[in-house]
Antibody
């Protein structure tokens, strides 16, 4: 079964850092497009970052310069390092796989909640 | 690149059909046939219902269908059922040279 499991969320003070992890089973992360999508409480979905199969990475303007996506092929895990966190980064963070066309995001993990507050 | 535009809410009675619109621009929806739709129940992760405008993943009811005309994509739910009550999000992928994925603001579907 194809599954994703996120971890690493929590309560963090403004300006702090967190590293989110996303471990895949049933497929190989290095062969697919792996994305992070976030959802602030009560609000809609926002694409955050992607690491393509070839390793190139891209970020939404809202996190560019503060976030780094990476992967560990030996652990079949994708990471999102988040620095200089702000209150507006408070959200549920979902890890998800996109297919090679980019037109289908599936599966999604269950999400990990990041709360930025003093 | 702005979020795609969806109505905030749509409602219908059981058995009826409803359609949710998703309006983008010639930079996303209008150019690429890479529009997808996601269903999200409260407290749950999104689930893909339609991809590449009109394709339905295995296991998704054929009551769900998608289409596109110009810069606007649409999701139709026919034979509305209580379990269809959820939030629905459209999404367009614009490729690696663009802003990649952009989502709509979401539509709350209420079954009356």
């Amino acid at each position: 079964e194809v599954q994703l499991m996120e971890s690493g969320g929590g309560l963090i003070q403004p300006g702090g850092s967190l590293r989110l992890s996303c471990t895949a089973s049933g497929f190989t992360v290095s062969r697919d497009y792996m994305t992070w999508v976030r959802q602030p409480p009560g609000m809609g979905l926002e694409w955050v970052s992607v690491i393509y199969g070839g390793g190139d990475t891209h970020y939404a303007d809202s996190v560019k310069g503060r976030c780094t996506i990476s992967r560990d092929n030996s652990r079949n895990t994708v990471y999102l390092q988040m620095n200089s966190l702000r209150a507006e980064d408070t959200a549920m963070y979902y890890c998800a796989r996109a297919d090679s066309s980019g037109g289908r995001i599936d599966p999604w993990g269950q999400g990990t909640l990041v709360t930025v507050s003093s | 690149q702005s979020a795609l535009t969806q109505p905030a809410s749509v409602s219908g009675s059981p058995g009826q059909s409803i359609t949710i619109s998703c309006t983008g621009s010639s930079s996303d929806v209008g150019t690429y046939n890479l529009v997808s739709w996601y269903q999200q129940h409260p407290g749950r992760a999104p689930k893909v219902m339609i991809y590449e405008v009109s394709k339905r993943p295995s296991g998704v009811s054929n009551r769900f269908s998608g289409s596109k005309s110009g810069n606007t994509a649409s999701l139709t739910i026919s034979g509305l059922q209580a379990e269809d009550e959820a939030d629905y999000y459209c999404c367009s992928y614009g490729g690696r040279s663009s802003l990649h994925w952009v989502f709509g603001g979401g539509t709350k579907v209420t079954v009356l």
